[in-house]
């Protein structure tokens, strides 16, 4: 005869296999290597109670139902919060770290980031880049990863070997985000207001909620992608 507690194990895994497959569908489709810390920590979370939904014979069906949707609520509206309040990305997204700038080592952002120099060292390697002397600018992005641009000398063809110019090396400065001015970037970058909108003028832009995105790139261009007004 079929052992009544495993029918009831069976159908409880059941229910978590198609709820949890339901909340995966809802909260996107991020990589692994996409996710912030908090989207990680979020994920082992949901994954531990649909597991104990599945085992644990205290915890009834609907109470692991109403945990798991709960948790997806609450994370659907942390990063709800962050894209439409700029202010409130720091309590729920990490910022972006400029570890090295013009092949300067920065000692307080590797403390913030607890990054020592071996580590440095390795994730640099597999950007291939073998010296700290070839970085023009290193960031340690949200999801723990290096982004690198080499200096311009040493970039492949190298500019030296083509007997050319060294081209503007850099980061884009986001100035407009979701229709706001990020006013601190454009005065960062040497640039006003007036500036910004002559600029935006010929994209037929009259007022910065027309714009979804625009960012200054390392040669002093202006990109701008506009609202989807349709």
Same mark, same amino acid.
């Given at each position: 005869?079929?052992?009544?507690?495993?029918?009831?194990?069976?159908?409880?895994?059941?229910?978590?296999?198609?709820?949890?497959?339901?909340?995966?569908?809802?909260?996107?489709?991020?990589?692994?290597?996409?996710?912030?810390?908090?989207?990680?920590?979020?994920?082992?979370?949901?994954?531990?109670?649909?597991?104990?939904?599945?085992?644990? =014979? !205290?915890?009834?069906?609907?109470?692991?139902?109403?945990? $798991?949707?709960?948790?997806? %609520?609450? /994370?659907? @509206?942390?990063?709800?919060?962050?894209?439409?309040?700029?202010?409130?990305?720091?309590?729920?997204?990490?910022?972006?770290?400029?570890?090295?700038?013009?092949?300067?080592?920065?000692?307080?952002?590797?403390?913030?980031?607890?990054?020592?120099?071996?580590?440095?060292?390795?994730?640099?390697?597999?950007?291939?880049?073998?010296?700290?002397?070839?970085?023009?600018?290193?960031?340690?992005?949200?999801?723990?990863?290096?982004?690198?641009?080499? =200096? !311009?000398?040493?970039?492949?063809?190298?500019?030296?070997? $083509?007997?050319?110019?060294? %081209?503007? /090396?850099? @980061?884009?400065?986001?100035?407009?985000?979701?229709?706001?001015?990020?006013?601190?970037?454009?005065?960062?970058?040497?640039?006003?207001?007036?500036?910004?909108?002559?600029?935006?003028?010929?994209?037929?832009?009259?007022?910065?909620?027309?714009?979804?995105?625009?960012?200054?790139?390392?040669?002093?261009?202006?990109?701008?992608?506009?609202?989807?007004?349709?």
């Amino acid at each position: 005869m079929f052992d009544k507690g495993v029918a009831h194990i069976l159908v409880e895994t059941l229910i978590a296999f198609v709820v949890l497959f339901l909340v995966t569908r809802i909260e996107g489709k991020k990589q692994l290597a996409q996710l912030t810390f908090f989207n990680y920590v979020t994920g082992i979370a949901v994954g531990s109670i649909a597991a104990s939904m599945a085992v644990d =014979k !205290s915890i009834s069906k609907w109470e692991g139902v109403a945990s $798991l949707v709960a948790w997806t %609520l609450l /994370t659907l @509206l942390a990063e709800w919060l962050s894209i439409k309040f700029s202010r409130l990305k720091g309590p729920f997204q990490s910022k972006p770290s400029i570890i090295i700038k013009n092949g300067n080592i920065d000692k307080k952002e590797m403390k913030k980031n607890r990054l020592n120099l071996e580590e440095l060292g390795m994730l640099l390697r597999m950007k291939d880049v073998f010296s700290f002397e070839d970085v023009e600018i290193a960031v340690m992005e949200t999801n723990g990863t290096l982004s690198v641009i080499k =200096k !311009s000398a040493q970039q492949t063809p190298t500019r030296q070997d $083509l007997n050319l110019n060294p %081209l503007p /090396t850099g @980061l884009s400065v986001p100035v407009i985000v979701d229709g706001h001015l990020m006013e601190k970037n454009l005065v960062e970058s040497g640039f006003d207001a007036k500036w910004l909108l002559q600029k935006l003028r010929p994209h037929n832009v009259n007022d910065y909620k027309e714009v979804f995105y625009a960012e200054i790139t390392p040669n002093g261009q202006l990109y701008v992608d506009r609202m989807d007004l349709a």
